[in-house]
T-cell receptor, first 115, second 116 residues
């Protein structure tokens, strides 16, 4: 069973629209959730973190967390062509075998913002 | 301040050769991580170092892979007898403290490895 699931896309939205990226996770007790943006050929760049149920806003980005549904999403308002990238959802999960937390990534959703 | 740095940025090698990849974490960060990202795939955890503690090697795919971290700072990932399936981008990340709720990992630019 995959532990962090994302729709691989591509997700295409017109410039100025809202892009909605979704992620589900399997570990019910996870507490930390992250969204990274990865441009083609580049390394992941942190854009949002969220720890509590509800919404967290930062500029054009809003992260939403619903722990009961094991669901985290990222909304990008007023999407720009420069937002075109792959968005990786990451969940901090406790590994009992290793006795430590480990950041587990989804495979990412590719977003294309069409001018 | 300076971010995570990695070298080389690109490495082409022949099958069967050994390679060494280097990571310099953000100054003051106690935790260091290695990941592998193959084309079209997500990030695969390889190994994690925390201070001077024994590393978590649970993600290393085979005994051809090893890593060390000297003086709690710079880390080297070594792949012995490289195979074509080792071709990938190897990413290093660091965090201020141990991985846990609220701890953020920052990534380096990666080393793109191609095994011919």
């Amino acid at each position: 069973q995959k532990e962090v699931e994302q729709n691989s896309g591509p997700l295409s939205v017109p410039e100025g629209a809202i892009a909605s990226l979704n992620c589900t996770y399997s570990d019910r007790v996870s507490q930390s959730f992250f969204w990274y943006r990865q441009y083609s050929g580049k390394s992941p760049e942190l854009i949002m973190s969220i720890y509590s149920n509800g919404d967290k806003e930062d500029g054009r980005f809003t992260a939403q967390l619903n722990k009961a549904s094991q669901y985290v999403s990222l909304l990008i308002r007023d999407s720009q062509p420069s937002d075109s990238a792959t968005y990786l959802c990451a969940v901090n999960m406790f590994r009992s075998g290793a006795g430590s937390y480990q950041l587990t990534f989804g495979k990412g959703t590719k977003l294309s913002v069409i001018p | 301040g300076a971010g995570v740095s990695q070298s080389p940025s690109n490495k082409v090698t022949e099958k069967g050769k050994d390679v060494e990849l280097r990571c310099d974490p953000i100054s003051g960060h106690t935790a260091l991580y290695w990941y592998r990202q193959s084309l079209g795939q997500g990030l695969e955890f390889l190994i994690y170092f925390q201070g001077n503690s024994a590393p978590d090697k649970s993600g290393l795919p085979s005994d051809r892979f090893s890593a060390e971290r000297t003086g709690g700072s710079v880390s080297t990932l070594t792949i012995q007898r490289t195979q074509q399936e080792d071709s990938a981008v190897y990413l290093c990340a660091s965090s201020l403290g141990p991985p846990g709720p609220g701890e953020t990992q920052y990534f380096g630019p990666g080393t793109r490895l191609l095994v011919l």
